[in-house]
T-cell receptor, first 111, second 114 residues
């Protein structure tokens, strides 16, 4: 299965701190995406990184991809209470580009 | 602001009843997904369509679940008969195929089967 596994399962930090979440996967991928899910809502796309890219930034988000280790990390800098959510990685492989989701990291940012 | 819409948002029903969930994908998106999310199993892909044709429904219990796209603006997911283990949040998502597929999720239908 291409399903990514996020680590840690849960993360609790104070506002202003950085939050780092990791995603590991088993076999070669085309792309890796990160999504956020606020409680009671649908998932929202955050960022996509292709297999030939090593790092991408979007605002306070920084994503890295290490294909040799089959892992990715999502860094949220200067976290805010509004960043409290679950974060999922999704990988795709082969020609279908259909993403497969991990189980997510639950992030709580305390004001 | 284009969004995926889902109805109903909440549904409580008794075991054995038929449940129909509806989704309106974003206009112009040609790929539609149905997911189920539970605490135990996480986010499971049930089925997806491309250009209204079902491409994969291997994640769906065939005996009781069915998914259709009667037209480009409507996708439906039916459960008949429903069982308590079907209680979950069901999400519809849409996107445009032809490369890395960014999915746009609806708000979900929270189904409770008693």
């Amino acid at each position: 299965s291409q399903q990514g596994e996020e680590d840690p399962q849960a993360l609790s930090i104070q506002e202003g701190e950085n939050a780092t979440m990791n995603c590991s996967y088993k076999t070669s991928i085309n792309n890796l995406q990160w999504y956020r899910q606020n409680s009671g809502r649908g998932l929202v796309h955050l960022i996509l990184i292709r297999s030939n890219e090593r790092e991408k930034h979007s605002g306070r988000l920084r994503v890295t991809l290490d294909t040799s280790k089959k892992s990715s990390s999502l860094l949220i800098t200067a976290s805010r209470a509004a960043d409290t959510a679950s974060y999922f990685c999704a990988t795709d492989a082969g020609g279908s580009y259909i993403p497969t989701f991990g189980r997510g990291t639950s992030l709580i940012v305390h004001p | 602001d284009a969004r995926v819409t889902q109805t109903p948002r909440h549904k409580v029903t008794e075991m054995g009843q038929e449940v129909t969930m509806r989704c309106q994908p974003i206009l112009g998106h040609n790929t539609v997904f149905w997911y189920r999310q539970t605490m135990m199993q996480g986010l499971e892909l049930l089925a997806y369509f491309r250009n209204r044709a079902p491409l994969d429904d291997s994640g769906m219990p065939k005996d009781r679940f069915s998914a259709e796209m009667p037209d480009a603006t409507l996708a439906t997911l039916k459960i008949q008969p429903s069982e308590p283990r079907d209680s979950a949040v069901y999400f519809c998502a849409s996107g445009t195929a032809g490369g890395p597929l960014e999915q746009y999720f609806g708000p979900g239908t929270r189904l409770t089967v008693t």
